[in-house]
């Protein structure tokens, strides 16, 4: 579905992404694993068009999207759950989501959206016309995917959904990011809880300073000796 192939981004003079390869097949899981600073991040950037590579290619079902505006690789179908969840903290609830539904036109099927969220968030039902600043970080989480779920993508990126989560919220997070992957949607998650975001993905890939240096099957992973002892504190 997403192939990336030899992809570079710079800030500046700083090199933030190393020729990165990665691919993601239909109705995968595949996690992102990395420290603090390791790319991540700029990765899901590069990838939504939100920063624009200085080498290498992206291909969205075979079709390049590598120098696409943001707004035109949403309508193809690729939606980003941003880390620190960026509600609009004055807006209600159905609000925010309404933002996650602007590119589409058909109010029968962003009917259909809204309810799809709700099922999935049934306290966002509840909470619906209040402030999203006033939600808790947990809800707020919520919002940021549901309004991500919004432009019904294909391939849905998810970065830090479980950051500052107390550790019951960071299970129904990562259950909900199941749940969404089996009604039909591919996932790129990005986390630093390893543990968890490969308890739930098909793969992996590790990035460290801007480089892929490990790749695998989930299970594999898990019980890497690498993994284990960078990323899982064993
Ligand atoms: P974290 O888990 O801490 O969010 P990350 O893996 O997502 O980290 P990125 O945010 O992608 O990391 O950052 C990768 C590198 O690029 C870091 O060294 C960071 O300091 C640098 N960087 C990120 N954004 C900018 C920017 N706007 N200007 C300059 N450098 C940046």
Same mark, same amino acid.
Request: proline share 2%; no cysteine.
């Given at each position: 579905?997403?192939?990336?192939?030899?992809?570079? =981004?710079?800030?500046? %003079?700083?090199?933030?992404?190393?020729?990165?390869?990665?691919?993601?097949?239909?109705? #995968? &899981? &595949?996690?992102?694993?990395?420290? %603090?600073?390791?790319? !991540?991040?700029?990765?899901?950037?590069?990838? =939504?068009?939100?920063?624009?590579?200085?080498?290498?290619?992206?291909?969205?079902?075979? /079709? #390049?999207?590598?120098?696409?505006?943001?707004?035109?690789? &949403?309508?193809?179908?690729?939606?980003?759950?941003?880390?620190?969840r @960026?509600v609009?903290?004055?807006?209600?609830v159905? #609000?925010?989501?309404?933002?996650?539904?602007?590119? *589409?036109?058909?109010?029968?099927?962003? $009917?259909?959206?809204?309810?799809?969220?709700?099922?999935?968030f049934p306290r966002l039902?509840?909470r !619906? +016309? @209040?402030?999203a600043?006033?939600l808790s970080g947990g809800e707020q989480q919520m919002v940021a995917i549901g $309004?991500?779920?919004?432009?019904?993508?294909?391939?849905?990126?998810?970065?830090?959904p479980s950051l500052g989560l107390a550790p019951m919220l960071v299970e129904m997070i990562f259950e909900l &990011? /199941?749940?969404?992957?089996?009604?039909?949607?591919?996932?790129?998650?990005? #986390? @630093? +809880?390893?543990?968890?975001?490969?308890?739930?993905?098909? *793969?992996?890939?590790?990035?460290?300073?801007?480089?892929?240096?490990?790749?695998?099957?989930?299970?594999?992973?898990?019980?890497?000796?690498?993994? $284990?002892?960078?990323?899982?504190?064993?």
């Open positions: 579905m997403l192939k990336i192939s030899d992809l570079s =981004t710079f800030y500046g %003079n700083i090199q933030a992404l190393r020729g990165i390869d990665l691919e993601i097949k239909q109705g #995968e &899981v &595949v996690a992102l694993i990395g420290s %603090n600073g390791a790319g !991540k991040t700029t990765l899901l950037k590069t990838i =939504t068009g939100l920063i624009k590579p200085k080498t290498g290619t992206i291909l969205l079902e075979d /079709k #390049e999207i590598t120098k696409m505006e943001a707004s035109d690789i &949403v309508k193809l179908g690729i939606s980003l759950s941003p880390e620190g @960026q609009f903290p004055k807006m209600t159905v #609000e925010n989501l309404e933002i996650g539904a602007f590119i *589409r036109k058909d109010s029968k099927e962003i $009917r259909e959206s809204f309810e799809r969220v709700y099922q999935l039902y509840e !619906k +016309n @209040q402030e600043g006033t $309004r991500a779920l919004m432009s019904k993508p294909k391939l849905l990126l998810l970065d830090e &990011v /199941k749940e969404i992957n089996l009604q039909g949607t591919t996932i790129l998650l990005i #986390e @630093q +809880n390893a543990r968890m975001a490969l308890m739930v993905a098909d *793969r992996g890939y590790v990035i460290e300073t801007g480089k892929i240096v490990l790749q695998d099957s989930a299970d594999q992973l898990l019980v890497s000796d690498e993994v $284990r002892k960078a990323y899982l504190g064993e």
